[in-house]
Nanobody
Framework: QVQLVESGGGLVQAGESLRLSCAASGRTVSSRVMGWFRQASGKEREFVAAITWSGASTDYADSVKGRFTISRDNAKNTVYLQMNSLKPEDTAVYYC?????????????????WGQGTQVTVSS
């Protein structure tokens, strides 16, 4: 079993930054693809970013490319999402998740472990 706990969310103004963390416990996630998803009120959960187990490859949704950066520290069993130049449309609950298959990294059905989420609210 893997437990994922997100932290770092909050209320910020447009243009500001936040860094989300996802700490894993239980079994290690160092060999897993890790992803970040988000779900705005009344909308479906959508892909934000993903990273391979080594950190050598990353992928981003077009809506966050150039503003968000995903990274990981396998020694700490932690994944991060640095979010810069935040916009009101980034407001959502952000979830981290663990998967095995990089080829379907954008498919939330590919992920078998999920955190409880952390709220990010961006005011205009």
């Amino acid at each position: 079993q893997v437990q994922l706990v997100e932290s770092g969310g909050g209320l910020v103004q447009a243009g500001e930054s936040l860094r989300l963390s996802c700490a894993a416990s239980g079994r290690t996630v160092s060999s897993r693809v890790m992803g970040w998803f988000r779900q705005a009120s009344g909308k479906e959960r959508e892909f934000v970013a993903a990273i391979t187990w080594s950190g050598a490859s990353t992928d981003y949704a077009d809506s966050v490319k150039g503003r968000f950066t995903i990274s990981r520290d396998n020694a700490k069993n932690t994944v991060y999402l640095q979010m810069n130049s935040l916009k009101p449309e980034d407001t959502a609950v952000y979830y981290c998740a663990a998967a095995y298959n990089w080829r379907v990294r954008r498919d939330r059905g590919n992920y078998d472990y999920w955190g409880q989420g952390t709220q990010v609210t961006v005011s205009s």
